[in-house]
């Protein structure tokens, strides 16, 4: 019976037939990586599979600028993968005994969309992987902008695909989905079917901590890299304004309000586009230099505490309302969306961009070669260290479950546990072997200068590149540093300057991934929710000067009494149950 179409009344409902299912299925399929003698469950031909080992031809492609047509054929059409080399910590695990997998099956995948693919079922990447696998995938992606409600929707109908990508998009997160049988808890079963997950999250304490509940559960298949990504968002310098305005780069709060005013006196009409993507208010950067942090962060004794509710909060406001009126702001910061403030970065209006590097480097110098510089977060006193709330612990890109209508679970977990093979790393990272990526003499892969990634048919640039030819957040062993283009393409300084941040920035204050419990996740969410929308209209009124500063002290009390403690106190026991995993 096919339980899709099915409507359920009840999440309950539904976790009690997956849970049959998942008895049914695992009973009756074959388990690969089981090393038992029950013949009924490992036929001869599955045997073979898993003692096949593959031709080495290392010296075929490794450092081979021009493969033939046989040796492309070769690397992008089969599971070799014996020229790539090791080049991290630990090894990646290649166990590729599930593929192809042992029956025709169709998984349905909901993922958000992304401007830079129109359809995500003809990604090259993705077709790839599914003659690999032998398992086929069906996306379904809502417009761009219409996530959230798409998601509701879905969630609210019963009626759910087989995998759901980004699902901490559910109320209360992701383990509340799992709580409320939505998603299928992957526990017992991970061992099994994806025996590359469960070896690469366990060859590092760090990726095993943030993968695993507090309780031991497992949820899902996690992003996680192979090192600590450095940070990727802070204050970005044009050279030319720079060099216009004759002032070093600012270091404290006072040099930047210097350098801002020079800045316009020289012709830049609003010389700080102040804000991340989407008119978010809060970026870490300028609050930060005040301990003002976005939101919940580690205080000097390792307790949680609520960036909006330090002392020197007014003292912030104070400045932004200075700065805002004195026209050093981009006028529309508050509601500017992704498109709106690169056509003002490349514009004579700005001098600064608070962004990242990454996205700049395309934007600014690829495409209207404009040079620029990467600045520190601002401090209050010369000689202080910058600091962030930013830190990356392992896991990075997004994530995936698994959900309680999913037909085939063996399936499913095959097909996402492939990302986290050898092979699906170079895929995944990398793109297609001859046409997106070469292998260097040490088996890594790399982007020659004629690659599609720089030098795209359709004129594409390298921005939007990046997810055409490979995938850039997904849950996989997400090779930041050595595949992103924008970072390692010929003259780009992005990753210089991302790694002089990590490197010369405090971090002490960054909170963990922490998760909560079921009772904790549905108030955690309501009083998150609650306070957010305060913040945001309290902050943004007053730095526009809608309310005086003063206005601070009705905020700060209006959020005690919405149970900012409580608040607290919910973030504080899910921290030190994260310290004793």
């Not at 800045?263 to 300028?286: D, H, M, R």
Request: aromatic share 12%; proline share 5%.
């Amino acid at each position: 019976m096919n339980n899709k179409s099915k409507r359920i009344l009840s999440f309950l409902f539904v976790f009690i037939l997956a849970v049959s299912m998942i008895t049914a299925c695992s009973g009756g399929g074959s388990n690969k990586a089981d090393n038992s003698n029950n013949t009924s469950e490992n036929t001869a031909e599955e045997q073979q599979k898993v003692e096949t080992t593959f031709t080495d031809i290392s010296q075929d492609i490794r450092g081979n600028t021009s493969p033939t047509p046989e040796q492309i054929n070769e690397v992008n059409t089969t599971l070799n993968d014996t020229y790539l080399g090791d080049i991290f910590d630990e090894k990646i695990p290649n166990d590729y005994s599930a593929y192809p997998f042992k029956e025709e099956v169709t998984l349905d995948v909901w993922m958000p969309a992304n401007r830079n693919i129109p359809d995500m079922n003809n990604h090259a990447i993705q077709k790839q992987v599914e003659k690999l696998t032998g398992i086929k995938v069906n996306f379904i992606t809502p417009p761009v902008g219409q996530e959230a409600d798409a998601f509701t929707l879905m969630m609210s109908s019963g009626d759910l695909p087989d995998i759901i990508i980004e699902p901490g998009r559910y109320p209360g997160g992701f383990e509340a989905g799992v709580n409320d049988g939505a998603y299928l808890d992957l526990t017992d079963l991970m061992e099994k079917y994806a025996p590359n997950y469960s070896a690469w999250r366990n060859s590092d304490e760090t990726r095993r901590k943030t993968t695993v509940t507090d309780s031991g559960r497992l949820l899902g298949f996690y992003g996680i890299a192979p090192y600590s990504e450095w940070m990727w968002f802070g204050m970005l310098i044009k050279q030319e304004a720079l060099d216009k305005i004759g002032l070093p780069i600012p270091e404290t709060i006072d040099e930047w309000h210097t350098f801002l005013t020079k800045a316009k006196e020289v012709g830049y009409s609003e010389p700080l586009n102040y804000g991340s993507n989407y008119g978010q208010i809060f970026t870490g950067i300028l609050n930060g230099a005040y301990g003002v942090w976005d939101w919940t962060f580690l205080d000097s004794n390792g307790k949680v505490a609520w960036g909006p509710a330090q002392p020197k909060a007014k003292e912030y406001l104070a400045m932004m309302q200075q700065w805002n009126k004195e026209g050093l702001l981009n006028k529309d910061w508050a509601t500017a969306d992704f498109n709106q403030r690169m056509a003002s970065a490349i514009s004579d209006k700005t001098a600064v961009m608070m962004d990242s590097p990454d996205t700049m480097w395309s934007y600014w110098k690829e495409q209207n070669d404009i040079d620029f510089v990467g600045a520190l977060n601002p401090v209050l006193n010369k000689g202080d260290k910058s600091a962030t709330t930013y830190k990356n612990f392992k896991r990075t890109g997004t994530e995936a479950a698994i959900t309680t209508q999913c037909d085939n679970v063996e399936a499913a977990m095959a097909w996402l546990d492939f990302a986290y093979t050898k092979k699906g790393w170079e895929i995944y990272n990398y793109g297609e072997y001859g046409t997106v990526h070469l292998i260097d003499e040490n088996g890594k892969p790399y982007y020659p200068e004629n690659s599609f990634m720089y030098n795209d048919p359709d004129g594409q640039p390298v921005a939007v590149a990046l997810d055409k030819y490979r995938r850039h957040i997904w849950p996989d062993i997400r090779d930041e540093h050595n595949s992103n283009p924008l970072i390692v393409a010929k003259g780009s300084y992005s990753g210089e300057i991302r790694k002089y941040w990590t490197e010369n920035m405090d971090t002490s204050a960054a909170m963990p991934p922490i998760s909560f419990t079921k009772e904790e996740a549905s108030r955690e969410a309501e009083l998150g929710n609650q306070l957010s929308t305060l913040r945001g209209e309290y902050f943004a009124k007053i730095i526009k000067g809608e309310l005086p500063v003063d206005a601070y002290d009705k905020f700060l009390e209006e959020a005690k009494k919405m149970g900012l403690d409580e608040f607290l106190s919910i973030h504080q026991a899910a921290l030190d149950r994260y310290n004793s995993r």
